[in-house]
Antibody
Framework: EVQLLESGGGLIQPGGSLRLSCAAS????????MSWVRQTPGKGLQWVST????????FYADSVKGRFTISRDDSKNTLSLQMNSLRPDDTAIFYC??????????????WGQGTLVSVSS | EVVMTQSPATLSLSPGERATLSCRAT??????LAWYQQKPGQAPRLFIY???TRATGVPARVTGSGSGTEFTLTIDSLQSEDSAVYYC?????????FGQGTKLEIK
């Protein structure tokens, strides 16, 4: 059974940093692209970042480019999202999601339960 | 950026009826379109991919159709378990984008 378990969320002041992690199990992690998607009541669902299985293809939403960094550690079956210079509008539930393919351009067929990031002073 | 627009925003139907949800893209996404089902307090669940292929565990009374810029999700013989918000999402070009969702209520 595929399992994705996010961690690292919490309350942080504007300008601060957080590192989200996603522990994956139940599938061959190194063979699949992975993504971070966030959700807010006001803005709905937004794709934040995605990384291919090889790690060679990475995309970021314009709103996080230059502030967030996605990475993967295939030896630990872990996906990470380093978030710097956090702003109040980054407040959201962050989901880790698994692609159906090694390439990034595919639907995502497994999602974690999410971790809440709150940016507030 | 491809903007996805869903209609209606809310759909209220009785058990046994048919639900028809629409999704429109501002640019062609070919058949690179997914539908996700989300219930309160849960993560999105892949429902349809490739515009018309049911994901694992999705019943045969669910049908996805369309290509290019117009897509439809049809759910026949509605059951209480179908109550959820349904999102369309294109993965044809970056940034991947979602519609704002259609809330399906079962009376």
């Amino acid at each position: 059974e595929v399992q994705l378990l996010e961690s690292g969320g919490g309350l942080i002041q504007p300008g601060g940093s957080l590192r989200l992690s996603c522990a994956a199990s139940g599938f061959s992690f190194s063979n699949f692209a992975m993504s971070w998607v966030r959700q807010t009541p006001g803005k709905g669902l937004q794709w934040v970042s995605t990384i291919s299985a090889s790690g060679k293809t990475i995309f970021y939403a314009d709103s996080v480019k230059g502030r967030f960094t996605i990475s993967r550690d295939d030896s630990k079956n872990t996906l990470s999202l380093q978030m710097n210079s956090l702003r109040p509008d980054d407040t959201a539930i962050f989901y880790c999601a698994k692609s159906q393919l090694g390439a990034v351009f595919a639907a995502h067929n497994s999602w974690g339960q999410g971790t809440l990031v709150s940016v507030s002073s | 950026e491809v903007v996805m627009t869903q209609s209606p925003a809310t759909l209220s139907l009785s058990p046994g009826e048919r639900a028809t949800l629409s999704c429109r893209a501002t640019d062609s996404v070919r058949e690179n379109l997914a539908w996700y089902q989300q219930k309160p307090g849960q993560a999105p669940r892949l429902f349809i991919y490739g515009a018309s292929t049911r994901a694992t565990g999705v019943p045969a009374r669910v049908t996805g159709s369309g290509s290019g810029t117009e897509f439809t999700l049809t759910i026949d013989s509605l059951q209480s378990e179908d109550s959820a918000v349904y999102y369309c999402q294109q993965y044809n070009q970056w940034p991947f984008t979602f519609g704002q969702g259609t809330k399906l209520e079962i009376k």
